[in-house]
């Protein structure tokens, strides 16, 4: 597989060229930012991989990558398009620039600090407090929790420590409500953030992660 690059009025345009014979399409892929070039790549190198390993891909099938979701489509062209998702409506538009700028920022984060990247996946569940949907400054941490938990723990000051004011939402939820904080989603258990500072740091007091989990916030979480 060949991946050629465009670059156009709109930013940039990837297309393959190789892939028609075997799957019935060549992938194309755009962006308004010509420095997500690096990005766009290694995005068409993940659907090809997909693809190689024996799943198939159907149109107006939705595709999660890092934090955003994305959705395909097949044109007369015989070029599979991807679109992503408008925040807080059903709505895609043409195009993967969230997508990759989010990438790209959450990469960069976990480069900096020498940690591995570990995204949530899009249906694992943050707990979150009051105050963080409407744009309150926030504190994150992260601990190690079951499959169905992303492990974030995510409040504002209107916090006042009783669990059960808590509630549970999907990872892609808070990246729709607060695209803002999604740099820090990619942190490994054990690391802390402060938004407002932009302060992020291992949590030393980790040490024994057992004895810290605070199980007990939800029903989500059982023991």
């Not at 979150?128 to 504002?156: C, L, N, Q």
């Not at 258990?189 to 980790?206: I, L």
Request: aromatic share 12%; charged share 25%.
């Amino acid at each position: 597989m060949k991946i050629n690059v465009f670059l156009n009025k709109f930013g940039l345009m990837l297309k393959t060229d190789g892939l028609l014979q075997k799957y019935g399409y060549e992938i194309n892929v755009q962006a308004h930012d010509e420095d997500l070039e690096e990005y766009a790549i290694e995005f068409v190198e993940t659907v090809f991989h997909y693809l190689e390993t024996g799943h198939k891909i159907s149109p107006n099938e939705t595709l999660g990558y890092g934090s955003w979701i994305t959705k395909m489509q097949l044109n007369d062209c015989q070029e599979l398009l991807f679109f992503e998702k408008v925040p807080l409506t059903d709505d895609y538009v043409l195009g993967i620039t969230t997508t990759l700028k989010m990438w790209a920022e959450q990469h960069a984060l976990c480069a900096k600090l020498g940690v591995e990247y570990s995204v949530p996946l899009q249906d694992q569940l943050i707990v979150i407090s009051d105050g963080v949907f409407e744009g309150d400054a926030v504190e994150g941490v992260r601990y190690p929790s079951p499959e169905h938990m992303s492990g974030w723990w995510i409040t504002t000051d209107r916090y006042n420590g009783d669990t059960q004011t808590l509630k549970t939402v999907h990872a892609h939820h808070v990246a729709e409500h607060r695209p803002d904080l999604v740099k820090f989603l990619a942190l490994p258990f054990g690391y802390r953030f402060h938004e407002a500072s932009g302060d992020v740091w291992k949590d030393k007091n980790q040490e024994d992660y057992e004895a810290l989990l605070p199980w007990n916030c939800s029903p989500e979480m059982p023991r």
